[in-house]
């Protein structure tokens, strides 16, 4: 799975519901394109509506989901985990 916004790319391998390893390659099962406002946005401790979750994002066309949809929901439990990690940095410190 690819996470892009701005010029910050993130890979992440996911492996039985959890991150197996994290590197910068371009290519990815799933992308998730979120705009830099959005990903602000999404950052703040109580995100505005629309911004709340990448399915917010996507339904208003801040976020651009593509790939392989059955993987994305199949790992669709822990997405929202890892966005917020990403976003207050605990996931790479």
Known sequence: MRIETG????LLA????????????E???VTIRIAPEAWAAFQQPVPPPGCH????MAETGRADVTG???T??????????ILQQL?????FG
Request: proline share 0%; net charge neutral; no cysteine.
């Open 68 to 70: 392989d949809f059955l």
């Open 27 to 29: 290519t990815a099962d």
């Open 87 to 91: 976003a207050t940095g605990r996931m």
């Open 72 to 81: 994305l929901f199949r790992y669709s439990y822990v997405l929202k985990d």
């Open 53 to 56: 979750d990448i399915y917010a």
């Open 14 to 25: 996911l492996r039985d519901g959890k991150v197996a390893s994290a590197a910068a390659d």
């Open 7 to 10: 010029d910050r790319r993130w």
